[in-house]
């Protein structure tokens, strides 16, 4: 292990890098603050620079994402520690967070690596590549995605055979299969948490069929498959590579549900569905897209007009909630419901099925805290303190939160979160100097 | 010497090249003249494009760089950064807009979409020949925003700007601060009252000594820019003074004759033409209702600290920025719409929420006890013709949480809320669970085919085909109806046109990009906060007050700001001052100069925005558009209409 790095001082912490955590670094920044950004992933951009288009507006996601992305990573006044945790933050002196982060290694020198991919191309291990979200495979000598930032290697250790392939071909000799765990100490004013969300499983959800049918993919799957960097170009079923035409969407997959222990609404659900909808019809004109829903929430700005449009455009709204997936011999699925309208059990036949799986609070934070209480709501999303004058507020002053870390959120809803937890972080560094 | 220019061609993932053949276009462009190097990209903008282009900048003595992909409105700023990064003047770059002007305009036609695409990549070559190294224009900035507004939204923003160490100029039209909010009682999430939230806020706002408050205030004019905007206020004056003798204030009340509605109660109630704060309004004063008062005099004789001799003031702000706070106005349905104005106890969801604030132990409308109350979703949102086509995206929680209260404060309440699908988002869904425990009934109605409310016999029914119950029609009959109504664009935008800002399709004020720059507009300088943007409840309000607060900062912090050099520029010896540009000018950037022989015109380089809307009403062709002069448009022109 190498030694503690001595410490270094920032006016102000973010632990997070997708949209919510990016904003409030570049807000703080821009305004003469420096600031850790610490990301736990391989590249930073969250869930959000791995979207297609987005709601309600269809500009491509990663067309807002990377301005703001390749903004943070060449500000002179924003550190970006990628691959890293933040292991323990606790009070010290002077109104100042203490902060341990572990760097973990990523066996290859970042400044060296120009992303050739000549590792990729030879390294002869084979994985499922998690940033296409288990669609197709990756090697264990990867660049996480073709716009991640920083677009450099890294070494899948689980899964490295340490065969050296990728060694002998890297023409920047920056493969370093010796690198270690680093520790570093941070000293700061602020701490702004910008932890995101995570997806619900729907493995919790043996009805559905998810891991066992080949054709009920997750929503994140399909997003994949409408993205720019799409891994196959078009729109495939995964149990047999055809093209599907008649989609359903099953909404509300682990949301407004007490039986999978998550009582709220995720917010984005049935807004990214219609999306999705929309999008697919462009994609397979010929294909019929359904939507089962219990409730549509389209309440943002532009929202019931986005909804609208859908409904023009001849997507098929069903109002019910399924209660069971059953597969065919020919990897078709049988969906069962009662459509409220008619009050009737009806059974209808899909080619494929997307789950539109909710939102679910990201605990990584609980155990972050030493000698400080931050407070979780009933749902495990940070708590706000004081929710309606000041909203980023937790339960300890100086830490602000911003974002899907309090609970379900759309992207403009993050991005003025962000906004106001890099006002009260600018503020509380003021007036603590 | 000839120019370097590098061009690069964006697939935009897809976004340009389902439709346009980016190779075929990058083969037709490469052997123009000057050309020296292109090249096709997926994703320009990312990151690793980012640092290629850098490197080919430098690597081929580039001196100008054109990217033809999306809208400069999204990423300019982006490549001027690259060609600063790689050495050159940012000026050095030019945007091609070949996604919105081009892929996404002729997605039916792909050849023609190609053909249109190196058309528009060949024009931007022709102008960055000419195209020269400009300076950004500095100006300094002063470390003051107004803000304007003082409900919820405005205040806490002029807090959140306070606490970053600004001036704050807090400039609120009605006598009292507070808004809407000061109305309300107790609220979702954290059941505290609107009067103690906004007592809160004023509680806070006085401690800071950079507050300055005006009430009763308007901005008249507005002359300046970003930086240094000059406004200049007129304030009503205050007939009763600041501190009064308050019996005799009590006494002055008494005795005015005129009787008009209350407002805060949404005209539930009464009040004189001399009147006191609401408690939650602030600050505590008595004022007079100069369009009501008929100046009798009656009040006069009881109380020695009333005094009409008092005249308006004006006064002249110096600010940075500008935050627009100015909320919404609640909507009022139709005469008739669902019985409302001809049915008496059909009110609206404010009036509903103020009614549950004015009755203590026993809900009681016009004389009759209420117990089963109706509540029709939807009034004044998602219409399917007309401006509301909107979801208002605060009602359907705002009225499940009344109607809970409301069960909760009075005896024997049933509830029966007709909806058009509920919306409680996020979080708020516990209400509607909580209803529905609670035994509260809910019906939802086709889109197409709303519930109606009627009259016989003096009792009022509301009828509706329920999809919740296999679509039988159910006839209700209620003590009471509650319309959910929606929020809606303030009809006095007297302010916001003053200062120009653009309103979207729904007549909100419009942010510039509702993700990229969500509380920015097109004037460089003035943010939008809270609701006059769109609905919102309070706590978003609040968000996205804060959020413009800290844009204002950002242009206030540093004491300066750059600004774009595109801007107009006349040719003195030419110009005879005809007065026709000064006409023309909508920003008053054009001012006149008188030397001894001769008079012209002169841009004033901070206010100018480079529209060009002066350039053709000239009748000696004595201005030109810097980096757009009229031999760069003419070769572009001529591009364009090649074969």
Known sequence: MHEARSEVEFDALVVGGGIAGCEAALNIANNGYTVLLVEKDLSIGGKMILLSKVFPTLDCGACITTPKVSEIARHTRITILTGSEVGSISESDNHRFKAGIVKHPRYVVDEDCTGCQLCEEACPVNVSDQYQFHLVGRKAAYIPFSIASPRIAAIDMENCTLCGACEKVCPTKCIDFTQEEEHWTVSVKTVVIATGFELFDPLGMPRYGFGLYKNVITSMQMERQLAPTRPFHTVLRPGDGKMPDRIAYVLCTGSRDTSVGNPICSQICCMYSIKQAQLLMGALPMADVTIYYIDIRAFGKGFNEFYEQALGMGVNFVKGKIGKIIEKDNGNLLLRYEDVSTGKLHEAEHDLVVLSVGVLPNKSMQSVFQDLSLLEDTYHFIKQDDPILNPARTSIEGVFVAGTATGPMDIPDSILSAGTASAEAISHIIQSQ | ?643
């Open chain 2, 1 to 643: 010497m000839s120019k370097k220019i590098g061009v690069y061609i964006c697939s935009c993932g897809g976004n340009i090249s389902d439709y346009v053949d980016v190779e075929k276009v990058k083969a037709a462009i490469e052997t123009e003249e000057n050309v020296a190097f292109s090249k096709t990209a997926m994703f320009a903008c990312s990151d690793a494009s980012q640092k290629e282009m850098e490197k080919d900048i430098q690597e081929n003595n580039l001196d100008d760089v054109i990217v033809a992909s999306c809208s400069p409105k999204l990423h300019l700023t982006t490549f001027r950064a690259v060609t600063v990064r790689a050495g050159l003047n940012k000026f050095s770059y030019y945007h091609a807009n070949i996604r919105e002007q081009v892929s996404w305009a002729h997605s039916d036609d792909k050849s023609g979409a190609t053909e249109n695409a190196i058309h528009v990549v060949k024009a931007a070559i022709a102008k960055m020949r000419h195209a020269k190294p400009l300076d950004p224009i500095i100006i300094r900035s002063k470390k003051a925003v107004a803000v304007i507004g003082a409900g919820v939204s405005g205040m806490r923003a002029a807090i959140g700007l306070a606490k970053m160490e600004c001036e704050v100029y807090l400039i609120e039209r009605n006598h009292f601060i507070g808004g809407h909010t000061a109305q309300w009682e107790e609220l979702f999430p954290s059941e505290e009252t609107g009067r103690d939230i906004i007592t809160r806020l004023y509680q806070e706002l006085l401690r800071y000594k950079n507050i300055k408050l005006y009430t009763g205030a308007r901005i008249v004019e507005n002359s300046g820019h970003i930086g240094n905007f000059i406004l200049k206020v007129k304030i009503d004056p205050l007939f009763v003074h600041e501190n009064p003798d308050i019996s005799e204030v009590e006494k002055a009340i008494a005795v005015c004759p005129v009787t008009v509605p209350d407002a805060f109660n949404f005209n539930l109630t009464e009040r004189k033409a001399i009147y006191r704060n609401h408690p939650g309004e602030f600050p505590e004063r008595t004022v007079v209702d100069v369009q009501h008062c008929t100046r009798c005099g009656e009040c006069i004789k009881v109380c020695k600290s009333i005094d009409f001799s008092k005249e308006e003031t004006s006064l002249e702000l110096q600010v940075g920025s500008i935050l627009f706070a100015t909320g919404f106005d609640p909507y009022t349905p139709g005469e008739n719409e669902f019985g409302y104005g001809q049915i008496p106890n059909v009110i609206t969801l404010p009036q509903f929420m103020r009614l549950i604030a004015l009755n203590d132990k026993r809900l009681i409308v016009n004389g009759k006890d209420i117990k089963k109350i109706a509540y029709i979703y939807c009034v004044g949102s998602r219409q399917p013709d007309g401006d509301l086509k909107y979801c208002s995206r605060y009602c359907c929680t705002a009225a499940i949480h009344a109607s809970i209260r409301a069960r909760k404060k009075y005896q024997n309440i049933s509830n029966f809320h007709f909806t058009r699908g509920v919306r409680t988002y996020g979080k708020q869904e516990v209400y509607y669970n909580e209803s529905l425990r609670a035994g509260d009934v809910f019906l939802q109605s086709f889109d197409h085919e709303l519930p109606v409310v009627y009259e016989k016999e003096n009792r009022t029914f509301v009828k509706i085909n329920d999809i919740l119950t296999e679509q039988k029609e159910l006839v209700l009959e209620a003590d009471l109806v509650v319309l959910v109504t929606s929020m809606v664009p303030r009809t006095d935008q007297s302010t916001a046109s003053l200062f120009k800002l653009p309103k979207g399709r729904d007549n909100f004020l419009k942010e510039v990009h509702m993700k990229l720059r969500p509380v920015e507009t097109v004037i460089d300088g003035i943010t939008i906060a809270g609701t006059c943007q769109g609905p919102m409840n309070i706590t978003e309000s609040v968000s996205s007050s804060l959020s413009a607060a800290v844009k204002a900062y950002s242009y206030v912090s540093k004491g300066e700001i750059e600004l774009e050099p595109i801007v107009a520029s006349i040719n003195k010896n030419i110009c005879t001052w005809c007065n026709a540009c000064y006409e023309a000018c909508p920003f008053d950037a054009i001012n006149k100069v008188d030397e001894i022989s001769k008079s012209y015109a002169v841009i004033n380089n901070s206010i100018c925005k480079g529209c060009g809307m002066c350039l053709p009403v000239c009748p000696y062709d004595a201005i030109e558009l810097i980096t757009y002069s009229n031999r760069e448009i003419e070769e572009m022109i001529d591009m364009l209409s090649k074969d």
